[in-house]
């Protein structure tokens, strides 16, 4: 039975495609590549995954990939952009975590690195944000946006295989969430331009185990609802004469900072 007409998600570019057959969370999937970029998604295939990749692949033209996937875009709901590297995966989109079993999860771990996005619904700096999570080993990012974060093939691209790394929790309340997080141990610290002071060093050696930091929308910056909750918060002070940088950016640097 062709399982691809019930498929929901569509991964592209080279390296998030792999990611995405090598990882344990996508069972079942179809690729449609060009001879070329076939070649090259098989040669970052682990050896024990080329038997599934082997019988869930097809050959096409370079024209004939763009057609599929503006064709599969269509069907989804996705912005047809051209595909990179002539190639793209169908699978079923991962599943984002409930409040509860995170919560279960929470209680049984002792190290938890959380990322919290207010409002960040931008797909680039979220997928950019995701991608610099996976690099510091962040566990969780919460999202408190409506719809499937995570999903699509921009922003597969350009998170580069980290979604099958970093497990998503979708909340409805961000505020409350925090305040529940504060209750079982975690340290929040949200990103804010109009915190009074950055975080200094003997702020970082008190912090817990469990961390988790929060940022806002790049033009409304967080929430009074969850600035109201925060205990504690950050600003990155400017050296020069620009004084505020892409939240992207800014949530790289404020990792490096906690999680370095």
Known sequence: MDRSSNFDDLVMGLHSIAEAINGSKRSSYKLYASGQAFKEIRKKVQSEKLGQLESSHEILSSHAVQEKAKSYCEKLGFNFQRVPSQAFLVTYALDALSVDIFYKRLSKEKQVKLICLDQVTDVHNAAAIMRTAAFYGVDYIVASVKGSFGKGPSFSRIASGAVEHV??????????????????????????????????????????????????????????AVTRVLKRKMALKPKGLIKSLNVSVATAITMEKIFG
């Open 167 to 224: 497990q998503v929790v979708q909340c409805t309340s961000l505020p409350k969430f925090l305040a529940n997080l504060e209750k079982r141990g975690v340290d929040c610290i949200g990103l804010s331009e109009h915190a009074d002071s950055s975080l200094g060093e003997k702020d970082f050696k008190s912090l817990s185990e469990k961390v988790c930091l929060v940022f806002g929308a790049e033009d409304k910056g967080l929430s009074h």
